[in-house]
């Protein structure tokens, strides 16, 4: 009887341990699956910031050239999309898996997963980046002051983490989203080199432009700032998280730059570089480049349907949602544009993740 007892006790306990393993391995395929499906379906990169191949510049008062500059790069190399795409992922991935329990998914279609809810911490702390200046100059206005270069420090420092004064402009509708991105940045080093060529367009050549060679310097570690005038009525332009490590950074022109020495009303409270290095850290422009139906991967950002400029009065409504025309990646004038969203801070941050095109500033 005995025995019998004991064979039956053998049996259920391998029962009951089959069944933990058969739901510990439905439990682990449910979680990989999960990690899957993620919703790619809204994802672009062409733009039409050119328009049968002649960009949009001259025409608008305020250009930035960092999505024609994305497509050109995409255009000179077919692997660029399927890296972008494969970095998209991994963002979405990343702010899926910090979101609150019960957190819906979204950008501003409402059904993929750009960002948007206040994620729980991401656990990356303070991140810090270093910044070296390349200041490439034709005149002694274009060699801008050590003062100038370290007031458009302190300015991203400001505006990274919501510490400008007039944060507080934002209406109450957006109020709630202004984020504290705990994103810092440091002057590393300041590079001059003098030239004779008096503009430089875009296509990276400033980049080029020191000892016959790239002067790109350490971009896994830092941020590389190239001031220098671009020409053309371009303010500045960035390098997508993907693109090429000998010419990744941000250009700016060098009257947009900081707000005291050289520069040039109503970019002269330094918000170029604020944009720009939005792009540099994985932002789209506030209205997806496109119409209403194209979106810039966040969900507290409403749709949009065109940028705006100058300063736009109170609400301004397109897509049927007001405009957050106060965002740092819309158009605006440099006094008027005060604020990223919590959806957008989720967004940079994830590029600093495990796995990320830019993780290797934390190592």
């Known amino acids: ?30 979680s990989e699956n999960q990690e899957v499906a993620v919703d790619m379906s809204d994802f672009y990169l062409y733009t039409d910031d050119f328009e ?44 899926n898996a910090k979101k609150p329990s019960g957190a819906g998914n979204g950008n501003g279609g409402g059904t993929n997963t750009g960002g948007g809810t206040d994620p729980v911490s991401d656990g ?56 504290d991105s705990d994103i810092n940045f440091t002057l590393s080093q300041t590079i001059r080199v003098a030239s004779t060529r008096t503009s430089w367009g875009t296509r990276d050549e400033m980049k080029f432009a020191s000892n016959g060679g790239s002067n790109v310097v350490a971009p896994q570690t830092h941020l590389n700032l190239w001031i220098c005038n671009i020409g053309g009525g371009i303010l500045g ?13 941000v250009v700016i022109s060098p009257q947009y730059i900081g707000n005291t020495g050289y520069v040039a009303a109503p970019f ?53 949602t007001t405009d957050m025309t106060m965002n740092y990646m819309d158009y605006v004038d440099d006094a008027c544009m005060y604020m990223f969203s919590e959806g957008q801070k989720s967004r940079m941050r994830a590029i600093f993740g495990s796995g990320g095109p830019r993780a290797s500033f934390l190592n």
């Not at 009887?1 to 439990?27: P, R, Y």
């Open 268 to 320: 002269n409270k330094g918000r170029t570089a604020t944009h720009e290095v939005g792009h540099y850290l994985n932002l789209r422009h506030i209205w997806g480049d496109g119409r209403c139906q194209q979106d810039d991967f966040v969900a507290d950002t409403p749709s949009s349907d065109a940028p705006n400029y100058g300063c736009p009065s109170y609400p301004t409504v397109n897509c049927r």
């Open 237 to 249: 332009y960035a390098q997508f998280p993907g693109g090429s490590s000998s010419t990744d950074g």
């Open 52 to 95: 049968n191949g002649k960009s949009k510049v001259g025409k608008d008062s305020k250009v930035c050239y960092s999505m024609a500059n994305l497509n050109r790069q995409l255009s000179e190399n077919e692997e660029l999309y399927d890296k972008m795409y494969t970095i998209e992922k991994g963002v979405r991935k990343f702010i």
């Open 124 to 179: 990356l702390g303070v991140i810090t980046i270093p910044v070296v200046v390349h200041v490439i100059y034709s005149n002694s206005q274009e060699n801008i002051s050590d003062a100038q270069i370290q007031s458009q420090i302190a300015i991203l420092n400001q505006d990274f983490n919501a510490t400008n004064g007039d944060v507080n402009n934002v209406p109450s509708e957006f109020a709630g989203l202004v984020a």
């Open 1 to 30: 009887m005995k025995k019998v007892t004991l064979l039956l006790g053998l049996a259920l306990l391998t029962v009951i341990s089959c069944s933990e393993n058969a739901e510990e391995l439905k439990d682990s395929q449910i």
